[in-house]
């Protein structure tokens, strides 16, 4: 059953259609941006939303995306003693957020000593080798 401000409200849509005061709107025929909340538990989604909406983000999540953007800028450095200094960055952050987690071993992300042990191996490798 239809309240009588429910009749008012859709006789004025109505009206705003037929006036073609819809026709121009920001993002029209655009699919909408659905969140999917399922995962969430019903009492916590009022409070991410909120969260979300004022651009905080859980201190982990920080922390991973300055992990990968200190990956990212490793990948590209040629200068030695910053590569290795970026790379010292990198393992804090690892630590860091290993830390922050305080979970089992078997899930903590490992840090990066491998390319530096390799470049190490081969440098020793050609001195050796003249």
């Given at each position: 059953?239809?309240?009588?401000?429910?009749?008012?409200?859709?006789?004025?849509?109505?009206?705003?259609?037929?006036?073609?005061?819809?026709?121009?709107?920001?993002?029209?025929g655009k699919p909408l941006n659905?969140?999917?909340?399922?995962?969430?538990?019903?009492?916590?989604?009022?409070?991410?939303?909120?969260?979300?909406?004022?651009?905080?983000?859980?201190?982990?999540?920080?922390?991973?995306?300055?992990i990968r953007s200190t990956e990212?800028?490793?990948?590209?450095?040629?200068?030695?003693?910053?590569?290795?200094?970026?790379?010292?960055?990198?393992?804090?952050?690892?630590?860091?957020?290993?830390?922050?987690?305080?979970?089992?071993?078997?899930?903590?992300?490992?840090?990066?000593?491998?390319?530096?042990?390799?470049?190490?191996?081969?440098?020793?490798?050609?001195?050796?080798?003249?």
């Amino acid at each position: 059953m239809i309240t009588g401000f429910e009749k008012i409200v859709e006789e004025r849509i109505r009206q705003s259609l037929k006036n073609g005061e819809f026709d121009n709107l920001a993002g029209a025929g655009k699919p909408l941006n659905v969140e999917d909340l399922s995962r969430i538990p019903e009492d916590l989604r009022l409070a991410y939303k909120m969260l979300k909406n004022a651009d905080c983000v859980p201190p982990e999540i920080e922390i991973k995306k300055e992990i990968r953007s200190t990956e990212a800028l490793l990948e590209n450095l040629a200068d030695e003693k910053l590569k290795y200094k970026t790379l010292k960055k990198l393992n804090y952050l690892i630590l860091k957020l290993n830390t922050l987690r305080q979970g089992a071993v078997k899930f903590e992300i490992p840090q990066k000593y491998e390319e530096r042990v390799v470049d190490s191996l081969s440098s020793e490798k050609t001195t050796s080798d003249r």
